[in-house]
């Protein structure tokens, strides 16, 4: 995998909480085909991370029946026998917003690795590139 790319959670404008947490991601595929792939599963769904996911401070909830529905196995999408769709920790958002992208182009390999990258992957995610994922994950 040869495209490395930065995925931030959080206040990245720093205009709120002002908490962040940058995850280091490779891919197979560049950061602006990550962005297609994202922008198709959205519109195959109709799950929108960046608006139905953690958006509100402390906001660890999400939809969990609806990825499930999407063809998200169970077992990706529920952490610790959980029913009720609660992010564990920011390492599940970040995978499971892999596995989201995933959806929209089933050839994307992407990984969480250590380290630190020039790209941030939320830009080339929804169309307005201010859109925080996340905010809801810190306390």
């Known amino acids: 995998m040869e495209h490395k790319m930065t995925f931030t959670l959080g206040d990245w404008s720093d205009d709120g909480h002002g908490k962040v947490e940058a995850f280091y991601l490779k891919s197979n595929l560049t950061p602006e085909l990550v ?63 892999i596995v989201f992208c995933k959806l929209g182009n089933p050839n994307l390999e992407m990984e969480i690795m250590s380290g630190d990258t020039p790209t941030d992957l939320r830009e080339h995610l929804a169309e307005d590139s201010w859109q925080s994922y996340g905010y809801g994950l810190f306390d």
């Open 35 to 97: 962005g297609t792939a994202y922008k198709k599963a959205v519109e195959m769904t109709g799950i929108k991370p960046h608006d139905d996911w953690a958006c509100g401070y402390g906001e660890r909830s999400f939809d969990a029946g609806k990825l499930i529905e999407a063809g998200i196995p169970k077992e990706v999408v529920l952490r610790d026998g959980d029913k009720d769709g609660w992010f564990a920790d920011r390492e599940h958002y970040v995978n499971l917003i």
